[in-house]
């Protein structure tokens, strides 16, 4: 084992952690896009305001001002993440939340206008693409930006997809499988060419890599606490000032009118933490990451035959690799990488489970089989150089025996 150290946590730690005591198998997480864990800071935190700051954010007495103020102070974190103003961030149940409000409640402001017309890229999380097809149920117009093997979406689609009812452009900053960034300043400024709002969804980038609100020009812009070590069921959605976005639940005035309902404090207080941590390491653990990323991604393709990187290799978040393993099913290599301890996706975690080939790879233009042959591997803030180099180690091994097992001929 290295002597190497995350900026995190001791590796021994992490380790101890992971050890599975019955099955003497010391596990590997390599998921960090389907969720983090959360970090002890986060908890701590989240447990004090659990056990003793209970009030109710809209109450008027100590107790009350004692939680709104915790809130106060969550929403001034996650907005410097972002180089906001805290008064246009708006809290939620997570990234699914935030895109829904966008797209849903951007949409239905601008409605009476006339503008019912809706673009997202084709490779976009389910929480863009379905909030897209039920508003379509409805009767908007709806265009999905075709892309290439890049993965990277192509202003040019986008000019000629804009036209004069299109209300709410909707791509993501980095995607969740393949890990690329979009070129987002310049599609957002062809958007408002044409006088269309646009969102973007960076629950992927968000805690990852440096963001800036006003750099990036956009007018909405999704966060999910759980992708940057802080608790599931809380995101964040920033709201340029002056955009009219109608509220999706009805109800009390909080947040501004625009999230009826009591606030979820100790996730929001958690969500504040673990974006503070975020900025404040996000700059070396993004360079210690992109050198394990490469480690990682060098070694399979000289380790394993039959191998490609799917989507460009750069610009992309410093954590993501996607894999195409020639004549392997990729359900199959992630069972068996299971077995060995080692944790992998392949695809999102909300698509996981239905054999369906990855809707990302499909829309780059890949063919079923790549699409079905393809890993995520998504690193982290407890990965060593280890681990990566155990994956390396026992990869070469997996492959060929699955290879053995079917008599698919290569298509390398
Ligand atoms: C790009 C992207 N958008 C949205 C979501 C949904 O976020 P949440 O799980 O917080 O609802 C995810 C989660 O995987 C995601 O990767």
Request: proline share 4%; with cysteine.
């Amino acid at each position: 084992m290295s002597s190497h150290s995350t900026p995190w946590q001791e590796p021994t730690e992490y380790i101890g952690k992971c050890y599975d005591r019955n099955r003497t198998v010391q596990r590997i997480y390599l998921d960090h896009n389907a969720t983090t864990p959360l970090l002890p800071e986060v908890a701590d935190r989240m447990s004090a305001v659990l056990h003793n700051e209970f009030g109710n954010p809209s109450s008027v007495h100590h107790f009350g001002q004692q939680a709104k103020a915790a809130i106060d102070e969550a929403r001034t974190d996650v907005a410097n993440l972002i180089g906001a103003d805290p008064s246009e961030v708006l809290f939620t149940s997570g990234g699914t939340e935030s895109d829904n409000i966008a797209i849903r409640g951007a949409a239905e402001a601008l409605e009476p206008s006339g503008r019912r017309h809706l673009i997202a890229s084709a490779i976009e999380h389910e929480a863009v693409l379905n909030t897209l097809k039920a508003l379509a149920k409805r009767g908007w117009k709806t265009t999905l930006l075709p892309i290439d093997q890049s993965g990277i979406v192509d202003a040019e689609a986008l000019r000629s997809a804009l036209a004069d009812e299109t209300a709410v452009v909707s791509v993501m900053h980095a995607n969740n499988e393949i890990g690329t960034i979009q070129p987002i300043t310049a599609l957002a400024t062809l958007a408002h060419g044409r006088g269309a709002l646009f969102h973007t969804d960076a629950v992927q980038s968000a805690g990852k890599i440096p963001l800036n609100v006003k750099t990036l020009g956009v007018d909405m812009l999704s966060m999910s606490a759980h992708k940057f070590y802080g608790p599931k069921g809380v995101g964040a959605l920033w709201i340029k000032r002056g955009v009219r976005v109608l509220p999706l639940l009805t109800g009390g005035r909080q947040e501004r009118s625009r999230r009826a309902g009591t606030e979820n404090v100790a996730g929001i207080v958690g969500m504040g933490v673990a974006a503070r941590i975020a900025a404040s390491k996000m700059t070396d653990e993004g360079v210690r990451l992109a050198a394990l990323r490469d480690r990682l991604e060098a070694g399979i393709l000289r380790a394993v035959p039959g191998t490609a990187v799917n989507g460009a290799r750069e610009p992309r978040v410093p954590n993501t690799t996607n894999i195409s393993f020639d004549r392997v099913e990729a359900e199959s290599l992630l069972i068996a990488l299971d077995l060995e301890g080692i944790a992998v996706s392949t695809g999102s975690a909300c698509s996981s489970g239905t054999l369906e080939p990855s809707h990302v790879l499909k829309a780059m233009g890949f063919n079923a089989h790549r699409a079905q042959n393809s890993i995520r591997f998504s690193l982290g803030a407890m990965n060593t150089d280890a681990e990566i180099d155990r994956v390396i180690e026992v990869l070469p091994r997996i492959v060929e025996k699955l290879r053995s097992l079917t008599r698919t001929p290569a298509r390398v």
